[in-house]
């Protein structure tokens, strides 16, 4: 959901977009503290999570409690996904998630950033994050609004992705920079040899 649906949504509940956002955000708090209160069932994670995201999740994903997130329902996520404990997702602006991704403890990804113009800097500007096919995200690192992750990619534990991540790379540091490319088996064999 783009910015444009929440001010669709407030309009129809007749308040301003800012009323409507504190709403989703009380909806998201509720529904994150039923899913970290106490130990669930791998089941019951399934179906509280797809509760806070409003749809549901591919088969095989698997989370760590606890999770935070100030909105929910703009979280896609494909087959096969992991998320360690402690990920907070900031999601006004959409995270999609592919299929087999792998998200590590204390993991953020951020969508909104504010405006720079201190006059206007109560504006929020969304963008989304989306992560590519089997990517591993190492633990606490940060995801900032607008970047996209490739297909088999690795984020190295600590990193602040700022900008693109190409498919079957490996980005590390702050800011994060490419460091390699993704070792693969028929290329680690050649290499030992």
Known sequence: MGYEEFERRAREMGLPVYQ???LAAQRAMK???ELNASYHEPEEVVRLFSQLIGK???EGFCLFPPFYTDYGQNITVGKNVFLNSGCRFQDQGGITIGDGALIGHNVVLATLNHNED???RNETIPAPIVIGKNVWIGANATVT???TIGDGAIVAAGAVVTR????DTVVG???ARMLRPVRKADRQRKAET
Request: no cysteine; aromatic share 4%; charged share 20%.
């Open 118 to 120: 201190p006059e206007r």
């Open 31 to 33: 529904l994150s503290a």
């Open 145 to 147: 609004p607008g970047v």
């Open 20 to 22: 409507y956002q504190r």
């Open 164 to 167: 693109d991540v190409p498919p």
């Open 173 to 175: 540091g702050v800011p």
């Open 56 to 58: 549901p999740v591919g």
